[in-house]
């Protein structure tokens, strides 16, 4: 059973940073892409950053570029959300995901957790 748990979730203030993580099982961790999307309340689903770990190229959006970074542990079949200079903006519910293609082609999702930045 294909398996990714998020973790790392919660309240940070505005300006503060997070680091989410996405734990997968089930599957060959090494030849899946693992992205990060997000849903904030009233708003469709959006595709954040994808990180493909056969080759480790990175793919990133425009509205985190700079602010958000995504890393992966071959070890821990672990990857990781950094996310820097939140913004009240930025609060939603944060969903990890593998696939063979970012960000359509995502075939397993996480339950998703909840990030809130306040002011």
């Known amino acids: 059973e294909v398996q990714l748990v998020e973790s790392g979730g919660g309240m940070v203030q505005a300006g503060g940073s997070r680091r989410l993580s996405c734990v997968v099982s089930g599957l060959r961790f090494h030849e899946y892409a693992i992205a990060w999307f997000r849903q904030a309340p009233g708003k469709e689903r959006e595709g954040l950053l994808c990180?493909?770990?056969?080759?480790?190229?990175?793919y990133d959006a425009d509205a985190v570029k700079g602010r958000f970074t995504i890393s992966s542990d071959r070890v821990k079949n672990t990857v990781y959300l950094q996310m820097n200079n939140l913004k009240p903006e930025d609060t939603a519910v944060y969903y990890c995901?593998?696939?063979?293609?970012?960000?359509?082609?995502?075939?397993?999702w996480g339950k998703g957790i909840l990030v809130t930045v306040s002011t």
């Open positions: 995901a593998a696939g063979g293609g970012f960000p359509y082609g995502m075939e397993y």
């Open positions: 990180i493909d770990n056969s080759d480790g190229r990175t």
